[in-house]
């Protein structure tokens, strides 16, 4: 026995059928914010509080210098994401090798951000120390590299960290414990 089916009476006509509206108070319920201040993995602060923090010290920076160090790390490429306990034991180093006025953050995947007092050129020395720091979490395969970038009344925050993922991904493009500041010029 074959059954045979009528697809045009299987149509629905929905123009007809009542509709339930529901409305719910939320007030009681607490407000969430969209922008997530602290990154899971790390307990550092995300890259939405770098750049709110960037802009709150960028108008000061021409009485008090401050520059953007971005350190990257590189990870033999396994294809695998780097582990959250890498990343933790990582973010635990550099924050111990901080000064007690300098400010960090997780920037990206593999990336974190400190804002250091002092001059972009300064901030060379600094960044070699935290690629050095990097080093001594004694990870396997695990390297590092910076970029640099100088805060300035005149300049965003945006164009700050761009500026210094800009210096950052030539560094990585170059290797291994390379330190780029940008300069602002082309020559």
């Known amino acids: 026995m074959v059954a045979e089916v009528n697809r045009s009476a299987a149509r629905v006509d929905n123009s007809s059928m009542p509709t339930a509206t529901t409305t719910v108070d939320h007030g ?8 997530v201040v602290t990154d899971a993995v790390t307990l550092l602060p995300t890259r939405a509080t770098l750049l709110d923090h960037l802009a ?8 008090a210098p401050a520059a953007l160090v971005l350190v990257g790390l590189l990870h033999r490429d396994t294809g695998w994401p780097m582990p959250g306990s890498h990343l933790d034991r990582v973010a635990g180093a550099l924050s111990a090798d901080l000064r007690s006025d300098d400010w960090i953050a997780r ?7 400190v804002v250091l007092n002092g001059a972009a050129p300064d901030a ?5 120390r935290l690629i050095r720091t990097v080093l001594g979490v004694e990870i396997p395969g695990l390297t590092a590299c910076a970029g640099i970038a100088g805060l300035s009344p005149d300049t ?32």
């Open 28 to 35: 009681d319920l607490p407000q969430l914010t969209s922008a």
């Open 56 to 63: 709150e010290r960028s108008p000061s920076s021409d009485v």
């Open 107 to 113: 920037s990206g995947p593999t990336e974190f951000a």
């Open 124 to 128: 060379e020395t600094a960044a070699n």
């Open 156 to 187: 965003s925050a945006s164009e700050v960290h761009r500026r210094a993922t800009l210096c950052l991904a030539t560094a990585r493009s170059v290797g291994s414990g390379q330190v780029i500041r940008y300069s602002g010029t082309r020559h």
